[in-house]
C-alpha cells in the first residue's frame, strides 16, 4: 500500500521524504516516490555504489519545488475563485438589465 503523500493540509508530512528513500533502499520502485518523475535518476543513485545521500537530497529538492507549486495553485485558486463570484454578479447585473428591457417592449 503506498503511503499518504499529503496531510489534510496539503503538506507532505515529517518524514515522508527519508522513508521514501529507505523504501527505494529495500528495492521498492521509485515511482512510488517520484510520481514518474525523476525515478530513473533515483534507481540509478541507489545501484550498487550509488549514493544514497543524493537521493534523499534530490528528493527534498523535488519536494521543495512541489511546495511552491503547491503555494502557487492555492493562489490560483483564490484568483479564480474570486473571478467565479465577479462572474456571478456580472450575470445577474445581466439578468436584471434584461428583464427591465423586457419590461420596456
Known amino acids: 500500500m503506498a503511503p499518504r503523500r499529503r496531510n489534510q493540509e496539503g503538506d507532505v508530512p515529517a518524514g515522508f521524504v527519508e522513508e521514501q528513500a529507505a523504501n527505494i533502499e529495500h528495492g521498492q520502485a521509485a515511482d512510488a516516490v517520484t510520481g514518474g518523475n525523476g525515478g530513473a535518476e533515483i534507481l540509478v543513485a541507489t545501484a550498487p555504489g550509488g549514493d544514497l545521500g543524493e537521493v534523499v537530497g534530490a528528493l527534498r529538492q523535488?519536494?521543495?519545488?512541489n511546495r511552491k507549486m503547491l503555494a502557487e495553485n492555492r493562489q490560483a485558486l483564490k484568483e479564480n475563485r474570486k473571478m467565479v463570484v465577479e462572474t456571478?454578479?456580472?450575470?445577474?447585473?445581466?439578468?436584471q438589465v434584461i428583464e427591465e428591457n423586457r419590461r420596456c417592449i
Not at 62 to 65: H, K, Y
Open 88 to 95: 456571478r454578479l456580472a450575470l445577474e447585473e445581466n439578468r
Open 62 to 65: 523535488m519536494m521543495e519545488e
